[in-house]
């Protein structure tokens, strides 16, 4: 790889000393913390349930759908390029604009604040599918109803565990750098604003309460349900069914039919492989918005140094 135009800017994966003070309180989750947990898993999951019986009633209109299709993929990619790829496993360099807009994006996203979604994700691939992973659908065993319970692990339960990963272990670079400690440390502000962005646009659209309600509830609601639930099938589904094409040293497979969904993060077999490869899906006909994504950013200068397949790397992890 060549250098970029801002040789000044670092890996957000470097390692630096000295650190600030915790940005996110202590290393257990409190009572009340579980409880917000709780609410902000529930309520949308209700809304995403209510949504097919309320849209063959009611109607949903294309300003709602438009809403909910653009601010599901604002913050999927806020997640996948920023929050997975960038912050989580440096898989290519970012200008200082950049680095601020995924922060925020992911954070758009309602799925934690970037440091702890940080820490916990580069544990989990310390540890992936073994003891120390903080949601591996195998932690109870490989029987039936040991699994059926480690899925249910893996998708939800593990976030309602009082210990959680230490920040200044795993995400000391995050918390060195003040803009991304100050927008890890906003999360309630970014949450706020991701849910009421779609009813005010749609009640400023339709000039009345009932758009921005049906905004909310499609824009707000749904949406955040719907990637939530994307998002969290990674760590449980991608970890128990799916094609592994390469080695990996876990259970990582690849699953097809959430490429769309989840901006290509589903190929996740070749993510375990090769974690800071920008591309996931390097297969004939897999689809990856992320890379994309990336792909753009790089060629109008805000990316660089970016991590992009290679062949003899791709043929030397590939089973044959």
Avoid at 130 to 137: I, L, N, R, T, V
Avoid at 226 to 236: A, F, G, K, P, R
Avoid at 267 to 273: D, I, Q
């Amino acid at each position: 790889m060549t250098a970029g135009p801002d040789t000044a800017e670092e890996s957000p994966i470097s390692t630096v000393s000295p650190l600030p003070s915790a940005t996110l309180g202590s290393d257990k989750k409190r009572s009340l913390e579980q409880i917000t947990l709780l609410l902000f898993i529930t309520v949308p999951f209700l809304a995403l349930v209510a949504a097919v019986p309320l849209a063959w009633g009611w109607g949903v209109s294309w300003l709602d759908l438009g809403l909910m299709v653009t601010m599901y993929f604002i913050g999927c990619h806020g997640i996948t390029v920023g929050f997975h790829r960038y912050f989580t496993h440096g898989a290519f360099k970012a200008k200082r604009p950049l680095r601020i807009a995924l922060a925020i994006m992911g954070s758009l996203a309602v799925e934690g604040p970037l440091v702890r979604w940080v820490a916990d994700h580069r544990r989990h691939h310390k540890f992936s599918d073994a003891e120390g992973d903080p949601h591996s659908p195998w932690r109870y065993g490989e029987s039936v109803p040991a699994l059926l319970k480690g899925l249910w692990w893996a998708h939800v339960g593990w976030m309602f565990d009082q210990e959680q990963t230490p920040q200044h272990k795993y995400a000391p670079d995050l918390i060195k750098d003040p803009a991304l400690r100050a927008v890890s440390r906003q999360f309630v502000l970014w949450t706020t604003v991701s849910l009421v962005i779609p009813p005010l646009v749609g009640g400023l659209a339709t000039w009345s309460w009932q758009g921005a309600l049906t905004a909310f509830f499609w824009g707000s609601l749904v949406r955040v349900a719907l990637l939530h639930h994307v998002t969290w099938s990674i760590n449980s589904i991608c970890h128990a069914v799916g094609k592994r094409p390469f080695k990996s040293r876990d259970r990582s497979g690849n699953v097809w039919w959430l490429a769309v969904l989840s901006c290509g993060e589903s190929w996740h077999n070749l993510h375990h492989a090769d974690p800071t490869c920008a591309r996931h899906g390097v297969l004939r006909g897999q689809l990856d918005s992320s890379a994309r994504l990336i792909r753009w950013c790089e060629r109008a200068g805000w990316a660089y140094d970016v991590r992009w397949p290679n062949a003899s790397r791709l043929d030397a992890r590939l089973l044959k």
